[in-house]
């Protein structure tokens, strides 16, 4: 079963602003067409990879 993480879902999840992934996306890989766009692994690994880096947690308590 192929699994689809769409642009709007990384914003939901991440609790992020869909502008700021479609940003992140611009940046670093291609500009996404739309919120609906199917993400393939490398733009999810890139993402998630960006959003772990620039969001630490201060403490896990």
Do not use: C, W
């Not at 642009?7 to 700021?20: C, S, W, Y």
């Not at 733009?43 to 998630?48: D, R, T």
């Amino acid at each position: 079963m192929i699994v689809k993480y769409r642009v709007h879902e990384v914003a939901k999840d991440f609790g992020r602003p869909t502008k700021e992934i479609a940003d992140i996306l611009t940046k670093y890989a291609t500009a996404p067409k739309n919120h609906m766009q199917v993400l393939e692994d490398r733009e999810l690994s890139i993402l998630f990879d960006y959003l772990t880096q620039h969001n630490q947690v201060q403490s896990i308590e």
